[in-house]
């Protein structure tokens, strides 16, 4: 034990927010931790995001139609602020702050249209989500009797100027953190954050990615672990990490304790409840992190991440999948020790934009195989085509659906026959395994099965490794 003082870092995502009930358990959820210094990280009001996206987009065309859209999002906003918020004061506060916030997106707005949609200018109107949820849910804690203070993104983090995508700069933001958020939990207050967005080191807004919000309440997390004890807990409309998917396996469960390694693996594929980045974060100081069902009660059981890899528990912790993607092989004589080929291939897949998930190729090296997005399938192939090298008849180009299954666990690390037992399951239930991936951390072994073989594949490893794992 490290004998520094607790903070919590709760983490509400959208869903929390929307409506009386859930407003009500947030406030139980805070005052839980009440007497611990406590931070909460909020995300956009649910859907709104992708508004502001939309918004911005119309801006660009249509200069009334987004004046109109900003009209609906500020009364969309003002209403939950008359809904939640029983204090005048507090209320008053809260009203002028959106008055005050659309007609800087309206002025935002205007920029677009007259001068188009650079990435800065993007990021900042998709801020607006954040910006004002934070501040209402501020509001709405001074109304309830709890002591919190409102902390915009800019005061907290500092990242590069990727915008869309921005990275943290730890030193800078350790700074910020300082400054801004010890104050306040020395205060006693709560330092009630905005999720998402942060700034350049030349005040530009930068927003962390889709989902960023968890990134900013790890981040924080992260800094927070040189005078504090952190433990960072992700309110969601999930149960936490299970051990499969329960649409395609009735018998999965909840994996109440995982380390960061196989949450790493786990946490995002499928089911993409946290992003790795938020567990490198965390990892990196040992801080716990906890994913917990916002609409269950509080005593409901939940996913705790914390391990170190070498704690063991069951072999395999998970078997996880994505049911409909496209596999895409290269294949041809031509390609037979020519250096190069990998290299050629996977960029045009990057100048496309397009993500892979899974690579095999064999060592008799005549062939490639690579697993894409189901959308991105006939994208990835028509690029192929149309190359210089990879259209010409000696190569042939295939695409083909499938599904992806990766069997997660440590224990897979030190034990051998795993492998063994899976192909073996796989085998007695029929599933046709059409190529194999393990990467060298040996904490996944991922392979491809036809998407009708998928749930018995699933159910034979589930049963042989979940339900009744062999001592
Ligand atoms: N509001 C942002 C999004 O929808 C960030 C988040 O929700 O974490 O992507
Ligand atoms: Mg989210």
Redesign the pocket.
């Known amino acids: 034990m490290s004998g520094k003082e607790k903070v919590k870092i709760n983490k509400f995502?959208?869903s929390c927010l929307s409506d009386a009930t859930s407003f009500a358990k947030t406030l139980s959820i805070m005052r839980q931790f009440a007497g611990t210094p406590s931070v909460a990280v909020l995300?956009?009001f649910k859907g709104?995001?992708?508004q502001l996206i939309e918004l911005a987009k119309l801006a660009l065309e249509d200069l009334p139609a987004a004046e109109a859209f900003c009209a609906r999002l500020e009364s969309f906003h003002a209403d939950i602020a008359r809904q939640m918020i029983k204090d005048g004061e507090s209320l008053k506060d809260a009203l002028d702050f959106i008055s005050f916030r659309f007609n800087k997106l309206l002025g935002a707005a205007r920029d677009v249209y007259k001068g188009g949609l650079p990435p800065h200018l993007q990021d900042y109107i998709v801020s607006f989500?954040?910006r004002l949820s934070t501040y209402l849910f501020t509001c709405f804690l001074r109304s309830s009797g709890v002591e919190a203070e409102y902390l915009s993104g800019e005061a907290v983090i500092t990242t590069n100027a990727e915008f869309g995508n921005a990275m943290p700069i730890m030193d800078k933001t350790q700074g910020k953190i300082d400054g801004s958020v010890l104050p306040v939990l020395r205060r006693g207050a709560v330092a009630v954050i905005t999720?998402?967005y942060a700034e350049t080191e030349d005040h530009l807004t930068t927003t962390l990615g889709?989902?960023?919000?968890?990134f900013t309440a790890t981040i924080i997390a992260n800094v927070l672990a040189e005078r504090y004890d952190p433990e960072v807990l992700f309110w969601k409309d999930v149960d936490g990490l299970l051990s499969a998917n329960p649409k395609i396996e009735p018998s999965a469960r909840l994996i109440e304790d995982i380390s960061y390694d196989e949450a790493k693996e786990l946490a995002y594929f499928g089911s993409k409840v946290l992003h790795p980045i938020c567990l490198r974060m965390t990892m990196d100081k040992g801080i716990p992190v906890q994913i917990r069902n916002f609409n269950k009660d509080l005593d409901a059981a939940y996913t705790r991440i914390s391990k170190a890899r070498q704690e063991v528990g069951a072999i395999v912790k998970s078997i996880a999948c994505v049911e409909s993607c496209e596999m895409i092989t290269l294949q041809g004589a031509a390609m037979v020790s020519l250096p190069g080929i990998a290299a050629r291939l996977f960029t045009i897949m990057a100048r496309e934009r397009i993500n892979i998930m899974f690579i095999s190729q064999a060592s008799s090296e005549n062939n490639i195989t690579f697993v894409v997005n189901q959308q991105d399938g006939p994208l990835a192939v028509k690029a192929l085509f149309e190359d210089a090298d990879f259209g010409k008849a000696w190569f042939d180009i295939s695409r083909e659906a499938t599904s992806l299954v990766a069997v997660v666990g440590h224990g897979m690390a030190y034990k051998h026959g795993v492998a063994g037992k899976v192909f073996t399951a796989l085998g007695d239930a029929g599933a046709n395994v059409r190529a194999i991936a393990q990467g060298s951390s040996e904490l996944n072994i991922s392979f491809l099965v036809g998407p009708k073989d998928l749930k018995s594949a699933i159910h034979a490893l589930h049963q042989e490794f979940i339900i009744a794992p062999a001592p």
């Open positions: 995502g959208g995300s956009a709104v995001t992708d989500g954040e999720g998402y889709r989902g960023g919000s968890d």
